[in-house]
Structures are given as C-alpha cells and as structure tokens.
C-alpha cells in the first residue's frame, strides 16, 4: 500500500524532531543544561535586552513555563535581568559572561551535531529540505493563527 506522500513527509518530520529533541537533550546534559535552557542562552545572545514576554513569544512557551527556566539560569548566573526603564514592572534579559562563554561551548556541540547528523547529506538537499522546512513553518502558523483567532470572532455580535 502506498502511503500518501504529503501525510509522510509530516509522520517522518514529527519522529525526527521528537528523536532529534532527545539526542539535544542528551548532548546537552553532557554540557551542565537543558535543550530548553539551551534554546533561551541562544536566543538571548541573538536578541539580548528582550523583555521576558517578547522571549516567552518568541520561543513559543508559556510565561510561567519561562520564568521558571530564567529563574534556574539566573541562579546558575548564566543570565541577569534588569530593569526595564521604560517600564518599572518590566525586566530586560542579557547574559552574563558565564552565560555567554557556555552558549559559545554549545555551539561547538551544535556544529558537531551537524555534521554527525547531516555528514553525508549534500548542500542541495540540506537547502531544499530548509525550503520544505520554511513552509511548514509559515503554514503551521498560518493555520495555528486561523484556528486561535476564529474563537473569538464567532463569538462577536454584529
């Protein structure tokens, strides 16, 4: 029986991602930290002076789910919040020194990674599946932002 194409390109992304989730998870372990403490030193070092709700945004967590990861990572000093001056209730997110030198040691691992994983995976397939990738990406969206938003419109009188 022939499965459809489409439904198994999504099957196989779904299985990769949750195996690739757990091989990250472990790598990182072997560094002192989390796959999800991981992702926040990286995004921190992209966008430094975040506020905490553009980040819980941003990495598509919960506020509360955040707090608690910041909170660990502040405790590991690894991060440091500090005031917003626009907005007292407000804090921005940089990372300390400490922070940064481990997201360096982490992206050593992620390039090693790469290149365990993808090794003997030419550039053209490597760009394509970005491609195929970036669609998805945008469509999930795309539906996710539809089905959040319909709710609530249904629920407008006219």
Same mark, same amino acid.
């Given at each position: 029986?022939?499965? #459809? !194409?489409?439904? *198994?390109?999504?099957?196989?992304?779904?299985?990769?991602? $949750?195996?690739?989730?757990?091989?990250?998870?472990?790598?990182?372990?072997?560094?002192?930290?989390?796959? %999800? =403490?991981?992702?926040?030193? @990286?995004?921190?070092? $992209?966008?430094?002076? /975040?506020?905490?709700?553009?980040?819980?945004?941003?990495?598509? /967590?919960? &506020?509360?789910?955040? %707090?608690?990861?910041?909170?660990?990572?502040?405790? =590991?000093?690894?991060?440091?919040?500090?005031? +917003? #001056?626009? +907005?007292?209730?407000?804090?921005? !997110?940089? /990372?300390? #020194?400490?922070?940064?030198?481990?997201?360096? *040691? !982490?992206?050593?691992?992620?390039?090693?990674?790469?290149?365990?994983?993808?090794?003997?995976?030419?550039?053209?397939?490597?760009?394509?599946?970005?491609?195929?990738?970036?669609?998805?990406?945008? =469509?999930?969206?795309?539906?996710?932002?539809?089905? @959040?938003?319909? &709710?609530?419109?249904?629920?407008?009188? %006219?």
């Amino acid at each position: 029986m022939k499965r #459809p !194409l489409r439904r *198994e390109f999504i099957f196989q992304l779904v299985e990769t991602s $949750r195996m690739l989730r757990t091989y990250v998870d472990q790598r990182a372990r072997q560094h002192g930290t989390t796959r %999800a =403490q991981w992702g926040v030193l @990286t995004r921190l070092r $992209r966008q430094e002076g /975040l506020n905490q709700a553009a980040l819980a945004e941003l990495m598509d /967590l919960q &506020p509360i789910s955040l %707090a608690r990861l910041l909170d660990r990572l502040q405790g =590991q000093n690894l991060i440091e919040r500090r005031e +917003d #001056p626009a +907005d007292r209730r407000a804090y921005r !997110l940089y /990372l300390t #020194p400490a922070g940064r030198e481990l997201v360096d *040691e !982490l992206d050593e691992v992620r390039t090693d990674i790469a290149r365990e994983l993808l090794g003997g995976v030419g550039d053209e397939v490597v760009l394509a599946a970005l491609d195929a990738l970036a669609v998805v990406r945008e =469509q999930t969206r795309a539906q996710r932002d539809d089905r @959040t938003q319909a &709710p609530a419109e249904t629920g407008q009188t %006219a």
